[in-house]
Each structure stands twice: as structure tokens, then as C-alpha cells.
């Protein structure tokens, strides 16, 4: 089944034109806010080439993110920044910023696919999906704008305002590189504190 046919069935399945997908982008990095976008694409558009981001190129990707916007009935992407990872967790920091993702949109979903196996807690008529971004074409969009924006915003944010980490090398994983750099200068502001616990101990 192809990604276009997966979100044809969900639609005949639950009665519903309007769908949305969900995906986050950030959510492993030891630095940087998480990133979410909701897309709805018109049930007519085979959005060919949309797949799940992280099997795309960078210049596909943001290829990709234009059609995607040009296409689309509705798109919102939202982040959620460092402060809140590290007062409510990472996983509640992600269903925040796709909750406001989805509150965003300018068109209201009939149903809504989101990528995992957790609710973010939304109230809209909702499936998960494990794995939704290699399976929907509308998660897929999604993750493609949330990655892709969360990518511009570490190469044109961070790597310019914290040059002396490289930013833009390692996007804010957990890379040697990036290990050094944190033990050579110490955490920043957009460190992630409680993820280099394990590694550095506490930060004064």
C-alpha cells in the first residue's frame, strides 16, 4: 500500500474528507527546541516523492517542503523551546508543540493521524500510528516541514548565535564532535541540560 492509499483508506474508513498528520522533528537532540507540524493535503493530491524525512536528502527535503506548502489545504509547524523540555520532559514538550501545531491550522480536521504509539491529548478524532511517517502520506508531509524547519532553524539560530559549538556540523545530536565542543566550552543556553546529565553529570 502506498503512502497516498493508506490516508484514501483512513479517510473511507472514517467517513472524513479533512485529514490531518502530525509529526515531530528534535526530539533526540542534546540541544535546540523540538519541532512539530500538522499538514492536511487535499485527498485528491498523490504527493509523490513525500516519504518519511529521514529517508530523504536535505536538498530533497526542502524541495519537497515547497510543494508541500504550495499544496496543502492547511500547514502549521510549532516548536517547543529548551525551558519547557527541561520543566515538563521532552515527550511532553513534543505533544505541546503538536497540539499548537494542530490549534494553528487554519482549517479544522476531521480527523487527525499522529506519528507514535502516545496520544499528545488532543481532542479531535485521532488515530496513532507507529511509524506513521513512512506509512501516511500526510505524516509524511508533516515530518518534512518539521524537520526541515527545525533544520533551518539550527543552521540560521544556533549555528550563528553558539558558532564555537558547529552547530551547524552536527544539528544538535549527540556526535563526537559535538561531545568535545560541550566538554571543550561547556553547555549553552539551547543545551538541553537534563540530556548531558548521563554523559557530563550536573552543570553548574
Given at each position: 500500500?502506498?503512502?497516498?492509499?493508506?490516508?484514501?483508506?483512513?479517510?473511507?474508513?472514517?467517513?472524513?474528507?479533512?485529514?490531518?498528520?502530525?509529526?515531530?522533528?528534535?526530539?533526540?537532540?542534546?540541544?535546540?527546541?523540538?519541532?512539530?507540524?500538522?499538514?492536511?493535503?487535499?485527498?485528491?493530491?498523490?504527493?509523490e516523492g513525500i516519504r518519511d524525512s529521514k529517508k530523504l536528502s536535505e536538498k530533497k527535503r526542502e524541495a519537497l517542503e515547497a510543494i508541500i506548502k504550495e499544496k496543502a489545504l492547511a500547514f502549521s509547524v510549532c516548536?517547543?523551546?529548551?525551558?519547557?523540555?527541561?520543566?515538563?520532559?521532552?515527550?511532553?514538550?513534543?505533544?505541546?508543540?503538536?497540539?499548537?501545531?494542530?490549534a494553528k491550522l487554519t482549517v479544522c480536521p476531521e480527523f487527525v493521524l499522529v506519528d507514535g504509539n502516545r496520544s499528545p491529548g488532543i481532542e479531535l478524532s485521532h488515530d496513532c500510528i507507529v511509524g506513521g511517517d513512512d506509512k501516511?502520506?500526510?505524516?509524511?508531509?508533516?515530518s518534512i516541514l518539521a524537520k526541515v524547519a527545525r533544520d533551518r532553524f539550527v543552521k540560521e539560530v544556533l549555528a550563528k548565535e553558539y558558532p564555537l559549538y558547529q552547530f551547524e556540523k552536527h544539528k544538535g545530536y549527540g556526535t563526537k564532535l559535538h561531545f568535545e565542543k560541550i566538554a571543550e566550552f561547556g553547555p549553552c543556553p539551547q543545551h538541553r541540560r537534563s540530556f548531558l546529565k548521563k554523559k557530563f553529570g550536573e552543570f553548574k
Amino acid at each position: 500500500m502506498t503512502l497516498f492509499e493508506f490516508d484514501q483508506t483512513v479517510r473511507a474508513a472514517h467517513h472524513v474528507s479533512c485529514l490531518a498528520g502530525v509529526d515531530e522533528a528534535g526530539r533526540g537532540p542534546l540541544a535546540g527546541p523540538v519541532f512539530a507540524a500538522a499538514v492536511i493535503l487535499p485527498p485528491d493530491f498523490p504527493g509523490e516523492g513525500i516519504r518519511d524525512s529521514k529517508k530523504l536528502s536535505e536538498k530533497k527535503r526542502e524541495a519537497l517542503e515547497a510543494i508541500i506548502k504550495e499544496k496543502a489545504l492547511a500547514f502549521s509547524v510549532c516548536a517547543a523551546e529548551v525551558p519547557l523540555i527541561e520543566e515538563v520532559n521532552i515527550l511532553n514538550a513534543t505533544f505541546i508543540a503538536m497540539k499548537s501545531a494542530l490549534a494553528k491550522l487554519t482549517v479544522c480536521p476531521e480527523f487527525v493521524l499522529v506519528d507514535g504509539n502516545r496520544s499528545p491529548g488532543i481532542e479531535l478524532s485521532h488515530d496513532c500510528i507507529v511509524g506513521g511517517d513512512d506509512k501516511s502520506l500526510s505524516v509524511a508531509a508533516a515530518s518534512i516541514l518539521a524537520k526541515v524547519a527545525r533544520d533551518r532553524f539550527v543552521k540560521e539560530v544556533l549555528a550563528k548565535e553558539y558558532p564555537l559549538y558547529q552547530f551547524e556540523k552536527h544539528k544538535g545530536y549527540g556526535t563526537k564532535l559535538h561531545f568535545e565542543k560541550i566538554a571543550e566550552f561547556g553547555p549553552c543556553p539551547q543545551h538541553r541540560r537534563s540530556f548531558l546529565k548521563k554523559k557530563f553529570g550536573e552543570f553548574k
